[in-house]
């Protein structure tokens, strides 16, 4: 009787401890849903404008970014000594990735290697970096990046602008780049009631569905989203009922606000 007593209380323990290791992943799942409503995704790619030489190989170390509510990231970059000419006539590389607050975008910053050269007549010559470059390349971007939407900014390499002959045969680098910034995707926002109601908000169109969870607030995004018109359904946990709203488009570089929708 001992025993099955026992095994009993071990069995109710293992439940409870079970019980509280699942509400903690959910809780889990649920705070960094809400975290990357908050973030904005961004690919920086790398391109050029040919020049007369015959290799530019840049020496990358790592990328940057530098925004007014994100402060200074440090993107996963892609470091390695990449040969312009070979991302001429639309070919480009990526670079760099990461998630950022939301908000205004203000600088690039390309830190350099030392092993950064060019190749003239079959000669390969170091490319000699100025002091004021040292400390990283800084690009102005000046953009406002949406929560919940993807970007990708495309810098251009003018190879042929970029590098410079001294007067005593050495060639110093001296970049050129544009900076091309574009949405790649748009977003849906909106809330529901009542406040606190868990629920799964699900955006649908041409047969495609993408889903998150409201918040402790109510309130939901669903990024990265396709040009498109959706039907929204809101699904919550019983007895409610599950509420769709439909035809609402979405198009790249925005978020589409649904506004609130009551359970």
């Known amino acids: 009787m001992n025993n099955k007593l026992h095994n009993v209380k071990k069995s109710s323990v293992m439940i409870n401890v079970m ?29 050029d404008a040919p020049g007369n030489f015959s290799a530019v190989n840049i020496d990358l170390a790592s990328v940057e970014i530098t925004g007014d509510k994100t402060g200074v990231v440090l993107l996963n970059a892609e470091p390695g000594i990449y040969n312009l000419l070979d991302l001429s006539n639309g070919a480009s590389k990526l ?21 950064s050269s060019v190749t003239v007549n079959s000669v390969e010559y170091p490319l000699a970096t100025p002091s004021a470059l040292q400390s990283g390349l800084k690009l102005q971007v000046n953009k406002v990046f949406a929560p919940g939407v993807s970007y990708s900014i495309l810098l251009d390499f003018d190879a042929s602008q970029s590098i410079v002959l001294q007067g005593n045969g050495q060639y110093q680098l001296k970049p050129v780049i544009r ?5 790649i995707s748009g977003a849906i926002n909106g809330s529901v009631t009542p406040i606190g109601a868990i629920a799964t908000v699900t955006a649908t169109a041409n047969g495609i569905s993408y889903s998150t969870v409201t918040n ?9 989203l396709p040009a498109g018109t959706y039907d929204i359904t809101v699904t919550p946990i019983l ?23 009551a359970l």
């Open 19 to 47: 019980h509280l290791l699942l509400i903690s992943i959910f809780a889990l799942f649920i705070t960094s849903c809400n975290k990357s409503k908050d973030k904005a995704h961004l690919t920086v790619q790398l391109t």
């Open 95 to 115: 670079i760099a990735s990461g998630d950022l607050d939301a908000g205004t975008v203000e600088q690039i910053r390309l830190i350099l290697g030392t092993n």
């Open 179 to 183: 900076t091309i910034d574009t949405a």
């Open 216 to 224: 402790s607030s109510g309130m939901f995004l669903i990024a990265g």
């Open 239 to 261: 007895p409610l009922l599950p509420v769709t709203v439909t035809s609402k488009t979405v198009t790249i570089g925005n978020s589409t606000n649904v506004g609130v929708i």
